[in-house]
């Protein structure tokens, strides 16, 4: 008979995958324009509010710059200031949409099918397109949205659609790319799961 030890079965465990998110929890985002608290809803999105657990709990978004805002649409941000960061994590299954793109909500950014890893943003809308085009909300902003509105936006959409920062070029070089091109941007100095 194998006896398992506690530190055995904590091992296996981590080989298996973290754990599960509890089914409603909230984080709180201290930013450089204000706090802002987001409640993720499990059953929304399982694997959404999964990975957005361990984002948080990692410290990933913390220093994270918003670097898509894009008023009356996105506030968007998840890119590591540090580009190693950003190579750790792979690539996450989609969810059913089980929540439509209304004001307040947040999801993760995509570029197809099974593809969404650490970018997340906002709806600062209604944006009925969205819901046709797979972006699954996994939670709400339940207090501060007058903050996440208050996010600067001078810089506009990314590039080439817009004058904001180029995302091949944040990707390889962090915030040092960030901080000596676009110096406004605000961003998340902590991002912690709260009762």
């Not at 298996?16 to 204000?34: C, D, I, L, R």
Request: hydrophobic share 45%; net charge positive; charged share 25%.
């Amino acid at each position: 008979m194998i006896r398992l030890t506690l530190a055995s079965v904590l091992f296996l465990a981590l080989l298996a995958g973290a754990a599960p998110a509890p089914s409603v929890y909230k984080v709180k985002f201290e930013t450089s324009a204000g706090d802002f608290v987001v409640e993720v809803h499990r059953d929304w999105a399982p694997n959404g509010a999964d990975r957005f657990s361990e984002l948080v709990t990692s410290k990933f978004f913390d220093q994270c710059r918003f670097y898509r805002v894009v008023r009356r649409f996105i506030a968007q941000w998840g890119v590591s200031g540090d580009p190693a960061m950003n190579r750790r994590w792979a690539p996450i299954k989609d969810d059913p949409a089980k929540q439509k793109n209304l004001k307040g909500t947040i999801a993760y950014a995509k570029e197809g099918a099974n593809n969404r890893t650490n970018i997340v943003f906002v709806n600062l809308a209604d944006n009925a397109l969205l819901d046709k085009t797979g972006f699954v909300p996994f939670g709400r902003v339940v207090s501060g949205m007058d903050v996440v509105e208050k996010i600067f936006a001078g810089y506009g959409d990314s590039a080439p659609r817009g004058e904001g920062p180029d995302p091949t070029k944040m990707m390889m070089q962090g915030n040092s790319y960030l901080e000596g091109r676009f110096p406004r941007l605000d961003f998340i100095k902590k991002a912690t799961i709260v009762p």
